[in-house]
């Protein structure tokens, strides 16, 4: 993280003096920010990539920082590249494990060569702040070869997000001075305002308000709008109503299954998911894999309803004991969906 800042820091520090930027065809202008590498990307190579994508009004639009997971992108050769002025995959030439790179693409170039409108989420300029992780030499490797050393790489990096995932719960239980109840699955939750009549059971309606974050803080989804454009993340395409579905039959996380069931209406409560009950390796959106999930919850309503009738669980899915496997939906719709 502490890297990741003093990055930041530079590349802001080098947007604000624009004329050290190189040109590039295209409308590209770039500027090389750190030059260490002694082997620089050749055509056919592909590199792990660290990004960070800002509008030139800071509004960051994308970010493998917060999903954990760097992006693979390959160095095409000069021929293609040639027929495509201003692709910036023709930057990567000048760069190697290591470096870093910022370069801005040019909307008005863009919008002319597009003949599509500008967009009105930036003046002028989309900004790319680029750390190269790790290169791939293709050299005399088949393709084959090559996406052994990837898939290799990629399995590392989601062992480190593995090994990480128990201190994050610990840290984040500490922090906020929780008491909580952990169940055999490793759900841990603590109920913050106790409901009333019996609890939800499998095949009810369940009705909800609720908040999910990152244990970092961050807030990737919700159903309420005042929560949503407080964190950014409003999005006027959306209804921000209660989220309705039927417990044990609607996609849901296994741990939205799980602590559900323990609640009745009027339960308001936090919970505290390890990703084995929500994600697990799978990166969703900003959720990195190995994510423990953090949902303050709040339960509406619970309209009775028939359990629905046995069906064989689909394989590789996840579902709590005694119910049926949910069906995948959005995040945008419904909590996460079930792992696959």
Known sequence: ??????????????????????????????????????????????????????????????????????QIVQLYPDSIIAKNPGDPTGLFKYVGEGDSLVFKINLDSMAAKTHQPKPEFADKFIVYSIKVKKHFKKGKLTDQQLGEQVQKYFEEELNKHKAAEPAKLEKYIKDKSLKTTKTASGLQYVITKPGTGANAKV???????????????????????????????????????????????????????????????????????????????????????????????????????????PTATTPGMVAPTGTTAPATTAPATKAPAAKK
């Open 203 to 309: 095949g009810d309606s369940i009705h909800v308000n609720y908040v999910g974050s990152l244990t970092t803080g961050k807030v990737f989804d919700t159903n309420l709008p005042d929560v949503a454009k407080k964190e950014k993340i409003f999005n006027a395409q959306r209804p921000y109503e209660a989220l309705k579905f039927q417990l044990g039959v609607d996609g849901v996380i296994p741990g939205w299954t799980e602590a559900f069931q323990l609640f009745n209406k009027g339960t308001k409560a936090t919970l505290v998911i390890p990703s084995s009950l929500a994600y697990g390796d799978r990166p969703s959106g900003v959720i990195p894999p190995y994510a423990p999930l953090v949902f303050e919850v709040e339960v509406l309503d619970i309209k009775p309803g028939k359990v629905p009738a």
């Open 1 to 70: 993280m502490k890297k990741a800042i003093l990055f930041f820091a530079a590349a802001g520090l080098l947007m604000t003096s624009c004329q050290k930027f190189k040109k590039a065809e295209g409308g590209l202008e770039y500027k090389i920010v750190d030059d260490n590498a002694k082997e620089k990307a050749v055509s056919g190579d592909l590199l792990a990539l660290d990004m960070v994508v800002k509008t030139d009004r800071d509004s960051t639009m994308q970010s493998t920082y917060d999903m954990g997971v760097p």
